[in-house]
């Protein structure tokens, strides 16, 4: 989506590099449609797009962009796998250097869990935003009311209760003034 | 009339335990059996604690009324890193939301 503001000037929509993890919970509450109807471009690399594959969800695949990784990107994101992170997120660690981005959208326990405990410069440097980014911006473009209804869904049917994720989702909407 | 629950079971102790055990019962001059039954009511009530209100704790928590040390004393270790854990992650991602939200 391009937005043309009043001056005629072309705003770009922002780029956000997704995880699986991510993108499937949005998916398992019927709330993926949305993500066409925010300002942002979605990019997902080639891992995370086999993972959606196998999980036969064509709607996530319609509404994402998947960027092969090439050279230098590539070749980080093969330094990241050798410090045991998972193929989907180091490919979208990398993805997310080359868009000069400094987080990604995940919400896999066990990245969230070896970012917190790595000693690695370049690990420490991403942060990790989860679902609840987009429950927050689909509430600001009034595509949803309820945000803890949606939260609490969320949490429930992927069974992320008492976990880091439950927690760091639940701190970020807090600290929004949800 | 009063029913006594009784179950015997074996347990495998390290040696660490052990030693703690054989320390405590001394110190505390109560049998190995009530300090295990003590041991599973601690329990018990940490995972009673985490079950209803994990997020009574980690609000409580991220408003700093109780420190990370408290957090391990009330809750599971699973829970309590959870809570820690989560708690960065989450206060992390709102700058980056606030500067690069639409």
């Known amino acids: 989506m391009v937005l043309r503001p009043a001056r005629g000037q072309l705003i770009l929509p922002k780029p956000l590099v997704v995880d699986s993890s991510t993108l499937f919970a949005l998916g398992r509450v019927k709330l993926i449609k949305f993500l066409g109807k925010i300002d942002f471009k979605i990019f997902i690399p080639k891992a995370v797009k086999e993972e959606i594959q196998k999980g036969n969800d064509n709607l996530i695949l319609k509404l994402v962009k998947m960027t092969e990784l090439k050279g230098r990107t590539l070749k980080i994101s093969k330094q990241l796998e050798k410090l045991n992170l998972d193929k989907g997120e180091s490919q979208c660690c990398a993805l997310a250097f080359k868009l000069k981005l400094k987080f990604i959208i995940c919400d896999d326990r066990r990245f969230i869990r070896q970012i917190f405990f790595s000693n690695n410069n370049k690990l420490k440097k991403i942060k990790i935003l989860g679902f609840s980014f987009f429950l927050h911006e689909f509430y600001k473009n009034k595509l949803i009311d309820d945000v803890w209804k949606h939260f609490n869904e969320i949490i429930k049917v992927n069974n992320w209760e008492r976990s880091e994720v439950q927690v760091a989702n639940y701190t970020f909407l807090k600290e929004l003034g949800y | ?102």
């Open chain 2, 1 to 102: 009339m009063t029913t006594i629950h009784t179950m015997k079971t074996t347990i495998v102790l390290d040696e660490k335990s052990e030693e703690g055990l054989k320390e405590l019962g001394e110190i505390e001059k109560v049998s190995k059996s009530e300090l295990i039954r003590e041991a599973i009511r601690e329990f018990y009530l940490k995972e009673k604690r985490a079950r209803e209100s994990l997020l009574f704790f980690v609000d409580l928590y991220n408003k700093g009324i109780i420190t990370s040390d408290l957090i391990f004393l009330l809750l599971p270790r699973k829970d309590a890193e959870a809570v820690i854990i989560g708690s960065k992650t989450g206060k992390g991602a709102v700058d980056i939301a606030k500067t690069f939200s639409s």
